[in-house]
């Protein structure tokens, strides 16, 4: 995960073909999509499926005031979506370096596939 993230992460050396700019970046479309999809379906899965379970311990902490099974599914659910994103983040910067592959020049704007 790391690997693609430096990957991502430094600029790359590609100069732009319209004004010869070595200021180009990678496009993260993939990745921001990823992030948001993954952590939703995180926090819905963890939520439905073991949110009591994994949740109670940080319930247990959080408070005792509320239901161990509402607190317990809100635990579940942040740490689902904190999991989620991280496996979304990952699979979406994959996607944009190998499939997307498109870069912008922040000197003219203009968009390329590398
Ligand atoms: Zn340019």
Same mark, same amino acid.
């Given at each position: 995960?790391?690997?693609?993230?430096? %990957?991502?992460?430094?600029?790359?050396? #590609?100069?732009?073909?319209?004004?010869?700019?070595?200021?180009?970046? /990678?496009?993260?479309?993939?990745?921001? +999509?990823?992030?948001?999809?993954?952590? !939703?379906?995180?926090?819905?899965?963890?939520?439905?499926?073991?949110?009591?379970?994994?949740?109670? +311990? #940080?319930?247990?902490?959080?408070? &005792? &005031? %509320?239901? !161990? !099974?509402? !607190?317990?599914?809100?635990?579940?659910? #942040? #740490?689902?979506?904190?999991?989620?994103?991280?496996?979304?983040?990952?699979?979406?910067?994959?996607?944009?370096?190998?499939? /997307?592959?498109?870069? &912008?020049? &922040?000197?003219?704007?203009?968009?390329?596939?590398?």
């Amino acid at each position: 995960m790391e690997c693609v993230e430096d %990957l991502v992460g430094q600029t790359p050396v #590609i100069p732009c073909p319209a004004c010869g700019s070595p200021h180009c970046s /990678l496009q993260t479309t993939a990745r921001k +999509a990823g992030v948001v999809v993954g952590g !939703t379906l995180g926090a819905i899965i963890a939520a439905s499926f073991n949110g009591a379970a994994s949740g109670a +311990a #940080i319930a247990a902490v959080v408070s &005792r &005031r %509320l239901p !161990t !099974t509402v !607190t317990g599914a809100i635990g579940g659910a #942040i #740490i689902g979506f904190a999991w989620g994103a991280l496996v979304g983040h990952a699979v979406g910067a994959d996607i944009d370096v190998h499939v /997307l592959g498109m870069y &912008r020049c &922040r000197e003219c704007g203009f968009e390329f596939k590398k």
